[in-house]
């Protein structure tokens, strides 16, 4: 039989993903490997007494049904097999004569979830199971202090790690848009205590983040980098040149923020109105529809992770992608507020300038794009990364015309140089490739191609382009072996 008439025989399920297997007297070996993969993913049902082969599927049942489901329910409710306890519910049918059982494995609120060790923690891939990499490892355990890390003080830190301009151009922005704001007139350090910039004179993960020096953000977060390309074409391989503008690297996040609002300006229609930065405050316009993904995208980043957020302008789209997940259902995205913020420091600041909602990500807003362009916005997630995209057709402004030299110093940025740079022919996925070696090398080829998402094979094509420019080498054999930097 097929998959819908399979479906259709177990019809008063909900099947948003199962899997198959055959178990007529004992449990399948391969099983826990599939409860992991559920487990920490979004949920699915493990569906015993069926034979699969290709797309068809024959009932062959299962025999000793109360042994089958015993041996099942004593795993999942101990921590000798798996590494957390696991609700499960369970359903009997008789199809064709024969007893099929299903287990629905619900996603875990405490991930990962691994088979004896560590290293056996699984995901879905398609309809199978793969073994997670220590990438998306990492990015379970950190979404474990998920809502907290912003907040936590930094030891030996104080208010003179924070840049001053930062921190000036920050609270005029309150002061114009948020008068009645009760903090206005105190002085620097009680304004940092009383935001949550600082905590008994230490800076919190989220106030030096968002108005911290370079050197004392770089020093506690090294890894933090925030892109921006504007690419010619619809994909960087049909682009040339790859790309037209990227932007120079920003002191913090609010500098961050400042920059690309304003580099976006150019690719929307956004009339100019009265304000600190251009907006009026009942603004409707396709740029304040932006902004709500822009801000999203800085405020809910997981700034721990290996990946860098970019924003990325093609002719027909406009791209924010972020390092880290959506932690929830993007299928109840539009039916519902959201309010779990990755950062809650961060979005607390952005809100007192009043450039966030008082709660969620800010989706309705987002969604103004569709109203005003009639072109849809999309959104995507899964383990280290999530991405909100913003579809065109008609880009009032192109700015990807101008020439490179007028567009932004190539001194301030490695990868745009016009003396025959090697980097300054690199396309997008070259570029984020050599990024991540950078931050990581150690890093390995199933990591590069999770953290791209791209197959392994083609991460081998777009290192061989590095090596042949010259940019990295190799160091010892792909197992235990490390990438050494030569350009930079």
């Not at 980098?225 to 790309?243: F, K, Q």
Request: a neutral charge; hydrophobic letters at 35%.
């Amino acid at each position: 039989m097929t998959r819908n008439e399979l479906l259709a025989k177990l019809k008063d399920i909900e099947w948003d993903d199962f899997e198959a297997k055959e178990a007529a007297t004992e449990l399948p070996k391969n099983i826990w490997e599939t409860v992991s993969a559920f487990s920490n993913a979004s949920g699915g049902w493990i569906v015993l007494g069926i034979k699969q082969t290709g797309k068809k599927f024959e009932i062959t049942g299962v025999q000793n049904g109360e042994k089958i489901e015993s041996d099942f329910f004593n795993v999942v409710n101990g921590k000798q097999k798996l590494s957390h306890q696991i609700s499960v519910s369970a359903k009997k049918y008789k199809v064709q004569g024969k007893l099929v059982i299903a287990f629905y494995i619900p996603s875990s609120l405490i991930k990962p979830i691994y088979v004896n060790s560590l290293q056996n923690t699984y995901l879905r891939s398609g309809s199978g199971d793969r073994r997670a990499t220590e990438i998306e490892i990492n990015a379970m355990f950190r979404d474990q202090a998920f809502g907290t890390k912003s907040e936590q003080v930094i030891e030996g830190s104080s208010i003179n790690m924070l840049n001053p301009h930062s921190l000036l151009t920050y609270r005029n922005r309150i002061a114009n848009v948020n008068p009645d704001f009760p903090y206005n007139e105190l002085p620097p350090k009680e304004f940092c205590e009383k935001t949550g910039i600082t905590r008994k004179g230490l800076l919190t993960y989220g106030g030096l983040l968002m108005l911290g020096k370079r050197d004392a953000v770089q020093l506690h977060v090294n890894n933090f980098w925030i892109d921006m390309l504007e690419i010619p074409g619809t994909s960087p391989g049909e682009a040339e040149p790859r790309y037209t503008f990227r932007m120079p690297e920003q002191e913090n996040i609010w500098e961050y923020y400042n920059a690309l609002i304003q580099r976006l300006r150019l690719h929307v229609d956004a009339p100019f109105t009265a304000g600190p930065d251009g907006f009026a405050p009942d603004d409707n316009s396709e740029l304040y529809a932006l902004r709500e993904g822009l801000v999203n995208m800085l405020a809910h980043a997981d700034y721990f992770s290996p990946m860098h957020s970019t924003v990325r302008v093609f002719t027909n789209r406009i791209e924010f992608q972020n390092a880290g997940r959506f932690m929830f259902d993007l299928n109840e995205l539009k039916k519902q507020m959201h309010s779990m913020p990755r950062n809650p420091v961060l979005i607390k600041l952005f809100r007192f300038a009043k450039l966030s909602e008082n709660a969620g990500y800010g989706i309705d807003k987002m969604l103004t794009w569709e109203k005003l362009t009639h072109n849809s916005v999309e959104f995507a997630s899964d383990l280290v990364c999530s991405t909100v995209t913003y579809f065109r057709k008609n880009p009032v402004k192109d700015s990807q015309n101008v020439p490179e030299k007028h567009l932004e110093n190539p001194h301030e940025n490695p990868h745009v140089n016009p003396h025959e740079n090697p980097h300054e022919k690199m396309d997008a996925l070259d570029i984020k490739i050599f990024d991540l070696i950078k931050s990581n090398a150690r890093i390995t080829y199933d990591e590069l191609a999770s953290l791209t998402g791209k197959h392994k094979d083609t991460i081998r094509v777009h290192l061989k382009t590095l090596r042949q420019k010259g940019l990295v080498v190799r160091i010892g054999p792909d197992k235990g072996g490390h990438w050494e930097v030569v350009k930079d």
